[in-house]
């Protein structure tokens, strides 16, 4: 079964630019995060769905960040506008809650974003 | 709230010798779950081990062990026999049964040096 896939690996914008990254769970997961790594923070929750509700959203840094999740299959980060500070690895993970599984998330490779 | 607590940021130890990388955590929920993650310096994120609040037993899983202590909300991941291999980041993370779902959060991480 292919694992989580993110896309694009890499983005390199400017300032003031529309940021989109892209994810697509493992097949039958039922819960989906949206990570940012930096070397300051670490690894920091921005949001998570369950069923594709958004259940929290606490961790999202302000107005300029969006997320989505239209179907069990795919899920949108969204930055508008960009700013130099957002530059980091943006991970997106999945996760059954069914099964007696242990709940453990399975990361894509990240999204490294890089803004001028 | 959940809160993780690695102490260490970087650690060393000698090939072939066991290490204890450090993880403490606090929740006011009975019923939760601790996991390590590692990160190489490829960047994916690996899940290495689980423990459950209500597991009798601490968790193993070939050469890493968990050495959970409940009383005192210690959650210390034990390699032994270390290996070049694993140098890395690692993460202690916990999830929250009750009160937060599956919201998943994570410790700053400590980074292991495994000397030759």
């Known amino acids: 079964d292919a694992g989580v896939i993110q896309s694009p690996r890499h983005e390199v914008t400017e300032m003031g630019q529309e940021v989109t990254l892209r994810c697509k769970p493992i097949s039958g997961h039922d819960y989906l995060f949206w990570y940012r790594q930096t070397m300051m923070r670490g690894l920091e929750l921005l949001i998570y769905?369950?069923?594709?509700?958004?259940?929290?959203d606490s961790g999202m840094p302000e107005d300029r960040f969006s997320a989505k999740m239209p179907n069990a299959s795919f899920s949108t980060l969204k930055i508008q506008p960009s700013e130099p500070r957002d530059s980091a690895v943006y991970f997106c993970a999945s996760t059954s809650s069914t099964g007696g599984q242990t709940g453990e998330l399975f990361f894509g490779e990240g999204s490294r974003l890089t803004v001028l | 709230a959940q809160k993780i607590t690695q102490t260490q940021p970087g650690m060393f130890v000698q090939e072939k010798e066991a290490v204890t990388l450090d993880c403490t955590y606090d929740t006011s929920d009975p019923s939760y779950g601790l996991f390590w993650y590692k990160q190489p310096s490829s960047g994916e994120m690996i899940f290495l081990i689980y423990q459950g609040s209500y597991d009798q037993q601490n968790a193993t899983e070939g050469r890493y062990s968990l050495n959970f202590q409940k009383a005192r909300k210690s959650a210390n991941l034990v390699i032994s026999a270390s290996q070049l291999g694993d140098s890395a980041m690692y993460f202690c993370?916990?999830?929250?049964?009750?009160?937060?779902?599956?919201?998943?959060?994570f410790g700053a991480g400590t980074r292991l040096f495994v000397k030759a």
């Open positions: 993370a916990m999830r929250e049964a009750y009160t937060g779902g599956f919201k998943t959060i």
């Open positions: 769905f369950n069923n594709n509700v958004p259940i929290d």
